[in-house]
Each structure stands twice: as C-alpha cells, then as structure tokens.
C-alpha cells in the first residue's frame, strides 16, 4: 500500500498541479513556497519522460523563445561586465524566467485544475489580508506605525497587485459561473479586497486597480451584450472616478490653502529668538513651518514631554526635530515652549510615530498619503531634504538610471555591473541622497535600458509585447487584466528584480498564456 502511494504521489500529473499550487499559495503567503513549487516542477517534467521531444518543441516555438528572452539577455550580459558576484545572483534570482516556461511548455491543465489553482491563489491572499487586519486591531501585541508594515509576508506593493489579480478572477468568474451562490461569493470577495486595500492605503494597489479597470472597461466595452450590465458597468467606473477626483482635490486643496500667515516676531513670550527661513516655503495645513521657530525652546519643552530625544529618530526613522516642527506649525502656533506644553498626550503619542500634522489624527490613511505626495512635491521644489521620501527619491533614481543609459546607450552596463553603476552616477551627479537610499531604477523599463542599452530595451519590450500579439491573449480577460497590471506596475518597481514579483510575473504570464483557450 505504502508503495501505490509513493507511486500515485510521484505520478507526474500529480506533481505538475502540486507544484503549481505550492506556487500559488507562496505568493502570498509563503516565498519557501515558491521555490519548493519549482522544484516539484522540475521533478515532474523529469520523471514524464519525453525529454529529448519536449526539448525540441520547446526551442522550435516562438512564443518560447520570447519568454525566455529577457533571461538569455540576462545570460549574455556576463559577457561585458566585472562585478561576477552580482550577476550571478542576478542570474540565479531569474532563472524563474527560464524554468517555469520551460518545464510547463508540455503540460496543459483543465479548466477544472485551474480554477482550482486561481481559487486557492485567492484564498492566499484573502488570508493574507485578514492576517493584516488582525495585526491591525493590535493582535500581535505590536505598534504598527507605518500601514505599508501592515503586508506581513510580501512587500506592500507586491500585495497589491496580487490583490488586483484577484478581484479580476472574480470577475472572470462571476461570468463564467451559472450558480446565484457562487457569484454572490465572488461579489463579497471582490468587495472585501477592495476596501481592504483601502483599510491599509495600499495606493499603488488601487491605483493599478482603478487604471486597470478603466482600461479593462474601454477595451471590453463592445463585447458586453448586456445593455443593463453596459450601463451598470458605466455607473460603477463614473462613480470610482468621481470618488477618486473628489479624494485628490479635497487634498490638494486642502494642502495649498491660503491662510492668515502669523506675524513674524523677533522673540518668543519667554524671551528667547524666533528663526526665520523666508526662503524655505514649506507649509503644513497653509502654515508656513520654518518661520516663528525657537528650535532652542522646542527642545528644552519637548524633553519633559517625552522619552524620545528631540536630536533622535520618530518610530518611523524621522528626524523628531523635524516631525515636532511640522506637527505645530500645522495647527497654526508658533513653535516655542508654550506650543508644546499645549500639546494633549494623544498628540505627543502622535509625534512619536512620525505623525507631522494634527489633521491626520483624524482623516482616513488614503488622504493622508496623499497628503503626503503634495507634501513630498512641495518640499523637493522647496529645496527641502527628500531623503525617505518614495514619491521624490524615485524621481532621482529614474534620472540617474537614464543619465546611465545615456553614457552606456547601445548595450548597457552589463548585468553585474548596474548597482556599481548607479552608486557611480550618484557621486558623479553630487545627488542629495544618503548612501541607504541610493537605490536603482524602480522602473523595469529604464532599468533594461542601463543594463543592456538600446538593443536591451527592445528585446525586453519584445518579451513582453510579443507573446500578447501573437496568441491574440488580449482577447482573454484575465490574461489583459494581469498585463495591464503588470506593464502599469513596471513604471514604479523593478517587478523582474524580486522573488516574489518575477515568480508572480512568469507563473501567471506562462499559465495564462499557455491556457489561453482555457481561460477565454
């Protein structure tokens, strides 16, 4: 008995759907996951035998060839560069881009296994999402005080575009389900994804969602026969868009309001000297926050109020000085001592978790961030440190690696040789970023560019253009709603330079296509 069910677990069929699942569910729940899954495949596609036909079919096919394609790159940058260390890590971190295509090529699932695949995919995530509510409501006993913090086992940006994918297949199959049950299940996860994302402001997440839809929307219009579906379909992304235009100029003009400025004043009402930057315009709620500053008061008052050192660091790594300055300056005083003996206990608490304007005690996390984005923006104009600062130090790190391509434009630095590179530009432009934060692209498009140059562009561009046109997947919903999403992500992440995202690019780009008549 023991050997029957040896045999029936080594059964390659079996192995092929073990292996996907382990893949499903370690994308969001577990990276070890992952890499098992992988190796499951592997094992199933040797023990299927064949190989030698499997080997020839694989090569002989187009679509093949271009999804591999940005690995071969990746392989013959080693032939120009020096840092081996990095490249081969960089080599191992993508061989994904090669196997996972490779050893599926010859497996075609049903439609049956695939649900069931996607539906323990989205059963991973929704876990996931309730595992961050329940760290949410303080139950692991720990201060969560940055919301991105709140995405445990994968980057918050990652997740969100894993939650994307989600709500899609629940779209998909709340057309291709004929059971009222069953698309009220699919109705109340997609609700759920949603407003949980909101709950923990994962804004590239509904960003990518709320562009993706819209496109998804445009390009799938002429196809819903249902003037009913048509309409409502209408009124769900007019709605989506009102609540989204109306979010951002609430904040907006709630950032770039005119105030009464305070008057300036020589001293403070205990005698000592106000500082003024006239040329430094950052304001907190209309405020300007470097004027009527007694850094020598706020200091001295602040020690008693508080176990954290004025000259230290907030709970999110902030310059406190600097958090405390913001923080008064937004409810409009003048910062001295009297200003922050005035301070409650709740704001202290606040200030110590890098809260630095008294409005955001109380509105939602989506408002504050994007509070913070025109924040960040007026501050970089400003001439004010932007160190820390996502939204800002992405804007330098795109321009240092197009300044790369532009000195390397034909083929690149070379794969081990970028992060050298870009440490490089960095001294050479005299940028203002601390060593830390001297990171690359966070584009996947510019980062092919400083690789592997011109030539690289193209052929990532053919890597992933060309599969999409070739087998018409447009023509698949769930395969153009995973692209849209992931060709809109690669403007703000290297999705290709992580674990977690080249396995979730290459495992839904490889299973999508491949089974594309499936899934159509």
């Not at 909101?198 to 819903?224: A, D, E, P, Q, Y």
């Not at 606040?350 to 025109?374: H, M, T, W």
């Not at 960040?376 to 600062?389: M, R, T």
């Amino acid at each position: 008995m023991a050997k029957a069910l040896v045999s029936s677990l080594l059964r390659p069929s079996f192995l092929y759907l073990a292996g996907i699942i382990f893949i499903a569910v370690g994308l969001s729940l577990s990276k070890p996951l992952i890499s098992m899954g992988q190796g499951v495949l592997g094992l199933a596609w040797i023990l299927e035998g064949n190989h030698k036909e499997k080997i020839i079919a694989f090569f002989k096919n187009s679509i093949a060839w271009a999804l591999i394609s940005y690995y071969v790159l990746t392989i013959l940058g080693l032939l120009y560069t020096s840092d081996f260390d990095f490249a081969w890590d960089d080599i191992r971190r993508k061989m994904p881009l090669f196997v996972i295509p490779f050893v599926l090529f010859s497996k075609t699932f049903s439609y049956k296994e695939l649900k069931l695949v996607f539906s323990i995919f989205i059963g991973g995530v929704l876990l996931s999402s309730f595992w961050s509510i329940f760290v949410k409501l303080g139950g692991l006993g720990i201060e969560i005080t940055d919301v991105r913090d709140l995405s445990r086992f994968n980057s918050h940006i990652r997740f969100g575009l894993e939650i994307c994918l989600a709500i899609f297949l629940g779209f998909f199959y709340i057309n291709k389900s004929s059971s009222l049950k069953e698309k009220i299940v699919w109705v109340l996860i997609i609700l759920w994804l949603i407003i949980f994302m909101v709950l923990i402001s994962l804004m590239t997440g509904l960003v990518v969602f709320m562009i993706s839809t819209f496109l998804l929307f445009i390009f799938n219009l002429n196809r819903i026969s249902s003037s009913f579906l048509k309409f409502s379909s209408i009124i769900f992304l007019l709605v989506i868009t009102s609540i989204a235009g109306y979010k951002f100029y609430s904040q907006y003009h709630l950032f770039f309001q005119e105030v009464e400025s305070l008057p300036l004043k020589d001293f403070t009402p205990n005698g000592s000297r106000y500082f003024h930057s006239l040329e430094r315009t950052g304001k907190e709620n209309g405020f300007y926050v470097w004027r009527n500053l007694s850094q020598k008061e706020l200091e001295a008052a602040w020690e008693k109020r508080s176990t954290i050192p004025f000259r230290g660091k907030d709970h999110k790594g902030q310059p406190l000085s600097t958090t405390l300055t913001r923080f008064i300056s937004s409810k409009g005083e003048y910062k001295d001592r009297i200003a922050v003996e005035k301070l409650t206990n709740t704001e202290i608490k606040a200030i110590e978790n890098g809260i630095a304007n008294v409005r955001f005690l109380e509105i939602s996390s989506i408002d504050k961030r994007l509070y913070d984005l025109f924040w960040e923006l007026e501050n970089y104009y400003s001439g004010g440190d932007y160190n820390g600062h996502s939204l800002i130090m992405r804007l330098e790190y795109w321009k240092t690696g197009i300044d790369i391509f532009k000195n390397n434009w034909l083929l690149g630095v070379g794969t081990g040789d970028i992060q050298n590179v870009y440490y490089e530009q960095y001294k050479e432009n005299n940028s203002l970023l601390k060593p830390q934060f001297q990171l690359r692209a966070h584009n996947q498009y510019i980062t092919a560019m400083a690789t592997f140059g011109m030539i690289g562009l193209i052929i990532f561009l053919f890597f992933i253009a060309y599969p999409i046109i070739q087998t018409k997947a447009q023509n698949s919903f769930i395969y153009l709603g995973f692209f849209i999403v992931l060709i809109i992500s690669m403007i703000t992440e290297d999705t290709l330079d992580t674990q977690v995202g080249i396995s979730f690019f290459v495992f839904f780009n490889t299973l999508l296509l491949y089974h594309k008549k499936e899934l159509t």
